[in-house]
């Protein structure tokens, strides 16, 4: 089965332009398009899409608003939201992990890192751009804890490993990579990465990283 993706923004010559590229691809099917974030979740119920390429800033309800609503901490549903943004720093982007995104690419980026986002994200992962997230957190340092507050009480529930992993994770690296770090196989890397993010009440990867900066158990430049 193709992956449905539903297209969000509020420029219909960039709705064309990636409508064309991801029309291309056998393995992916463009099924409606929305112009801003109210719109989208009208599209969502009814046209149940697999991922949802969602534009952040647009009229009426912006993008992190609408994936709140499409796939936040509230909801359970298979849809999975991969934002868009036009500068690498934009300012909403971690609002909109937060509320539930699986990741986030860059609109100028190459068609082919597109492509590979959608599959990725589709397929349950999070697009965790190891260099835009380090930009992102690095911005948003002074805002993070400075490692003296007390260690949340949900670490406590990680083992010693799966704390290990969460700081990886919180690095960008991919499972593979985690795998080769600590040498172990990629199946029990997938294995504690399920345990991090179901103790932690977590929805994805992105989330995960997005606390281990948060709670200072890992901070922007180490």
């Known amino acids: 089965m193709p992956i449905r993706v539903l297209l969000v923004d509020d420029q219909p010559l960039l709705r064309t332009g990636f409508r064309m590229i991801l029309e291309a691809e056998p393995d992916l099917t463009v099924v409606g398009e929305a112009g801003d974030g109210l719109q989208a979740l009208e599209q969502v119920?009814?046209?149940q899409p697999d991922v949802v390429l969602m534009d952040i800033r647009m009229p009426r309800m912006d993008g992190v608003e609408s994936t709140r609503q499409i796939t936040g901490p509230a909801k359970d549903g298979p849809v999975k939201v991969l934002v868009l943004t036009t500068f690498d720093l934009d300012e909403y982007v971690v609002e909109a992990l937060r509320a539930g995104a699986s990741g986030f690419l860059l609109k100028d980026a190459p068609a082919g890192e597109l492509v590979q986002a959608i599959?990725?994200?589709?397929?349950?992962?999070a697009m965790l751009a190891?260099?835009?997230?380090r930009r992102l957190l690095?911005?948003?340092?002074?805002?993070?804890?400075s490692g003296e507050e007390p260690v949340p009480d949900a670490l406590g529930t990680l083992t010693e490993r799966e704390v290990e992993v969460l700081k990886l994770v919180a690095r960008g690296l991919s499972n593979a990579e985690?795998?080769?770090e600590l040498f172990v196989s990629e199946t029990t890397v997938k294995t504690h990465v399920g345990h991090v993010l179901t103790k932690l009440e977590l929805r994805d990867r992105v989330q995960a990283a997005v606390f281990a900066y948060e709670s200072g158990l890992v901070r922007p430049g180490n």
């Open 130 to 133: 190891p260099s835009v997230t």
């Open 45 to 47: 119920r009814a046209l």
């Open 178 to 180: 985690i795998a080769a």
């Open 119 to 125: 599959r990725v994200v589709a397929n349950g992962e």
């Open 138 to 145: 690095d911005m948003y340092a002074s805002k993070l804890p």
